[in-house]
């Protein structure tokens, strides 16, 4: 599980340029659910060490009558959703009106929120910033969001107190702390620790995740049996997804449902179940993850979005086409070409056209499932990768960088789930990324790898 941070603040203060910051190049989740705001964007962020959620909300647009409303509907369920409330506020502007309307309802509501005020760059800092204390919500964090200044200590600042309850956040910390020396000692410690982990005793954690109404319920009851299914009410917010054990051919899963079966019959469904930080936290939380797309439907952007995200979490992935039933041939050769224009950057992923309603497909899903995870997390040794790696040079070889050929020298394992394959050499960095998608598809095939992102990773050798 990962904490959730939500930017607030009314418009032009810099929410999205933090946002665009903190998640880099992932891609944003849009909101764009029906029922719901269009125009939150979900990301996920990879900062400084620490790994997190996070909202960007459209922000209130300044007028005061309208700021209690506006914050009902545009923001308060993003706070509502989050760990921390990062209240923007725009460090040479001064407080507005619409900075008072929105720390009044922050102080309301009583949960931690942090008064960044953006834009410090080329003012006298302390000076802006002393104007803020006067919202009431304590400390006022300096920072320029445009360049980055301020925005660690930031961070730090508002993560600390959360990393007892989220100890996942600050992994991406360690892993890439031995990143420099660890080119004499090749058996790293994630292989020792991934050595000493028997994979297939474990439940295989399953996600099922779609937009609304693709039959992600429908597909989770068939999957349980009818009898199976857990009719009692869990404690819990609608962020969090209800965890099902149970067993297929001998195997222990654990059925990660964020469609709420528990919730079924009840008429309020749509909105209330779906939840894009449900969905974003069951992604993190999954082995594999199965996306699920509405056969009668268009390919959406929010589907795309959806297997991006899962992609950039590492996580293996399965798509099944639902409502397979009751479509005529042409149709169905019609929905084939357009899955296979859309889904091209995951042309690793199995595809299993399925209905849910009636059963049909759904049994296969799960060798795929398996087939998935085993990809993940196969063993494989520093002679085997290298091997490959000379493999994949002799027939294709590396090309020059400014008159020089690239050396690649050997390759180790670097991590599990998803598998990450480190290559050491020569102006390794310099690889063009045609070279580097070679590698990648060459590692691919030869290890047979399915359903898996799969990372390679470059150091330079000296
Ligand atoms: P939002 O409406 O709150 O999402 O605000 P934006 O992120 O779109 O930013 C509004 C304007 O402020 C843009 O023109 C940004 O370039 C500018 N801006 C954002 N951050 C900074 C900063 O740290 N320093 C300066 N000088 N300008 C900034
Ligand atoms: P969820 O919102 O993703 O959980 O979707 P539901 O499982 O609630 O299904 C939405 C609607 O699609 C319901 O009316 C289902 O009966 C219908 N549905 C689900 N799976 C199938 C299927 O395989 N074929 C057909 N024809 N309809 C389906």
Same mark, same amino acid.
């Given at each position: 599980?990962?904490?959730?941070?939500?930017?607030?603040?009314?418009?032009?203060?810099?929410?999205?340029?933090?946002?665009?910051?903190?998640t880099?190049?992932?891609?944003?989740?849009?909101?764009d659910?029906?029922?719901?705001?269009?125009d939150?964007?979900?990301?996920?962020?990879?900062?400084?060490?620490?790994?997190?959620?996070?909202?960007?909300?459209?922000?209130?647009?300044?007028?005061?009558?309208? %700021?209690? +409303?506006?914050?009902?509907?545009?923001?308060?369920?993003?706070?509502?959703?989050?760990?921390?409330?990062?209240?923007?506020?725009?460090?040479?502007?001064?407080?507005?009106? @619409?900075?008072?309307?929105?720390?009044?309802? $922050?102080? #309301?509501i009583?949960?931690k @929120?942090?008064?960044?005020?953006?834009?410090?760059?080329?003012?006298?800092?302390?000076?802006?910033?002393?104007?803020?204390?006067?919202?009431?919500l304590?400390?006022?964090?300096? =920072?320029?969001? @445009?360049?980055?200044?301020?925005?660690?200590? $930031?961070l730090? +600042? *508002?993560?600390?107190?959360?990393?007892?309850?989220?100890?996942?956040?600050?992994?991406?910390? #360690?892993?890439?702390?031995g990143?420099a020396?660890d080119?004499?000692?090749v &058996?790293?410690? &994630?292989?020792?620790?991934?050595?000493?982990?028997?994979?297939?005793?474990?439940? $295989?954690?399953?996600? =099922?995740?779609?937009?609304?109404?693709?039959?992600k319920?429908?597909l989770?009851?068939?999957?349980?049996?009818?009898?199976?299914?857990?009719?009692?009410d869990?404690?819990?917010?609608?962020?969090? !997804?209800?965890y099902?054990?149970?067993?297929?051919?001998?195997?222990?899963? =654990?059925?990660?449902?964020t469609?709420?079966?528990?919730r079924?019959?009840?008429?309020?469904?749509?909105?209330e179940?779906?939840?894009v930080? +449900?969905?974003?936290?069951? %992604?993190?939380?999954a082995?594999?993850?199965? *996306?699920?797309?509405d056969?009668r439907?268009?390919? #959406?952007?929010?589907?795309?979005? $959806?297997?991006?995200?899962?992609?950039?979490?590492g996580?293996?992935?399965? %798509? @099944?086409?639902n409502?397979?039933?009751?479509l005529?041939?042409?149709?169905?050769?019609?929905?084939k070409?357009?899955?296979?224009?859309?889904?091209?950057f995951?042309?690793?992923?199995r595809v299993?056209?399925?209905?849910?309603?009636h059963?049909s497909?759904?049994?296969?899903?799960?060798?795929?499932?398996?087939?998935?995870?085993a990809s993940?997390?196969q063993?494989?040794?520093?002679?085997?990768l290298?091997?490959?790696?000379?493999?994949?040079?002799?027939?294709?070889?590396?090309?020059?960088?400014?008159?020089?050929?690239?050396?690649? +020298?050997?390759?180790?394992?670097?991590?599990?789930?998803?598998?990450?394959?480190?290559?050491?050499g020569?102006?390794?960095?310099?690889?063009p990324?045609?070279?580097?998608?070679?590698?990648?598809?060459?590692?691919?095939?030869?290890?047979?790898?399915?359903?898996?992102? =799969?990372?390679?990773?470059?150091?330079? !050798?000296?």
């Amino acid at each position: 599980m990962l904490p959730v941070v939500a930017l607030v603040g009314r418009p032009n203060v810099g929410k999205s340029t933090l946002f665009n910051r903190l998640t880099r190049t992932r891609d944003a989740l849009v909101a764009d659910f029906p029922g719901l705001t269009r125009d939150r964007k979900y990301g996920q962020a990879d900062y400084d060490g620490y790994q997190f959620i996070v909202i960007d909300t459209a922000g209130v647009h300044g007028d005061e009558e309208g %700021i209690d +409303k506006e914050m009902a509907s545009q923001s308060l369920r993003a706070i509502d959703e989050a760990d921390v409330v990062l209240f923007m506020v725009d460090a040479r502007d001064g407080i507005t009106s @619409a900075d008072l309307g929105i720390a009044k309802h $922050l102080r #309301s509501i009583g949960k931690k @929120a942090y008064v960044v005020a953006n834009k410090i760059d080329g003012i006298d800092a302390d000076a802006a910033q002393a104007d803020f204390y006067e919202l009431g919500l304590g400390n006022v964090y300096g =920072i320029a969001a @445009a360049h980055g200044r301020g925005v660690e200590s $930031l961070l730090h +600042k *508002c993560f600390t107190p959360l990393l007892d309850d989220y100890p996942d956040m600050s992994v991406a910390r #360690s892993s890439t702390a031995g990143d420099a020396d660890d080119e004499e000692n090749v &058996e790293t410690q &994630e292989d020792l620790t991934h050595d000493e982990i028997d994979y297939d005793a474990l439940p $295989l954690k399953l996600a =099922i995740v779609g937009r609304p109404n693709v039959g992600k319920s429908t597909l989770t009851n068939r999957i349980l049996g009818e009898e199976r299914v857990v009719v009692y009410d869990m404690p819990g917010t609608t962020r969090d !997804s209800i965890y099902i054990p149970m067993e297929r051919d001998g195997r222990e899963y =654990i059925l990660i449902d964020t469609a709420g079966v528990r919730r079924r019959g009840k008429i309020d469904e749509t909105v209330e179940k779906f939840s894009v930080i +449900k969905t974003l936290q069951a %992604i993190e939380d999954a082995n594999v993850v199965i *996306c699920v797309l509405d056969a009668r439907e268009t390919v #959406s952007d929010q589907d795309l979005n $959806l297997i991006g995200f899962a992609l950039n979490a590492g996580r293996s992935i399965v %798509i @099944a086409v639902n409502k397979w039933d009751g479509l005529d041939s042409d149709h169905k050769e019609e929905i084939k070409r357009e899955l296979d224009r859309r889904l091209g950057f995951v042309d690793f992923a199995r595809v299993h056209f399925i209905s849910a309603l009636h059963g049909s497909g759904v049994g296969n899903l799960f060798e795929s499932v398996l087939e998935a995870y085993a990809s993940a997390t196969q063993r494989v040794g520093t002679s085997k990768l290298t091997r490959i790696m000379e493999m994949a040079a002799e027939e294709h070889q590396p090309p020059l960088v400014r008159g020089r050929r690239v050396k690649l +020298k050997y390759a180790h394992a670097g991590g599990y789930n998803p598998p990450r394959v480190i290559i050491h050499g020569n102006q390794v960095n310099d690889l063009p990324g045609a070279y580097q998608r070679y590698l990648t598809n060459y590692f691919r095939k030869s290890l047979g790898v399915m359903g898996t992102p =799969i990372k390679i990773e470059f150091r330079e !050798s000296e």
